[in-house]
């Protein structure tokens, strides 16, 4: 299974970017897609996650600003991210974690927070 991530782009500070991770199989398969970030110079770090049963998790920097959400039918997991601020600013990564614990990451987004 290959992991895809597309949506990034250049945003001005408030906006809004939904990020999309296009799985090349089904998505069934994994009890836990996420996204994660890493910025220049700083360590990945988890944004949110999605379990199979539908219960997210979301960094306390995000709370409030971000929604993942999933759609089976076609495979993707999703970001919306709202009020884009600078610091939100890095390369976005599609994570999943099949049931028996393999492990899949795309190849990252780029975003860019920016005026």
């Known amino acids: 299974v290959q992991l895809q991530a597309f949506g990034g782009g250049l945003v001005q500070p408030g906006g809004s970017l939904r990020l999309s991770c296009a799985a090349s199989g089904s998505i069934f398969r994994f009890s836990v897609m996420a996204w994660y970030r890493q910025a220049q110079g700083k360590q990945r770090e988890l944004v949110a996650s999605l379990t199979s049963g539908g219960l997210p998790n979301y960094v306390d920097s995000v709370k409030g600003r971000v929604t993942i959400s999933r759609d089976n039918a076609k495979n993707t997991v999703y970001l919306q991210v709202n009020s884009l601020k600078p610091e939100d600013t890095a390369v976005y990564y599609c994570?999943?974690?099949?049931?028996?614990?393999?492990?899949?990451w795309g190849q990252g987004t780029l975003v860019t927070v920016s005026s």
């Open positions: 994570y999943a974690r099949e049931v028996g614990d393999r492990i899949y």
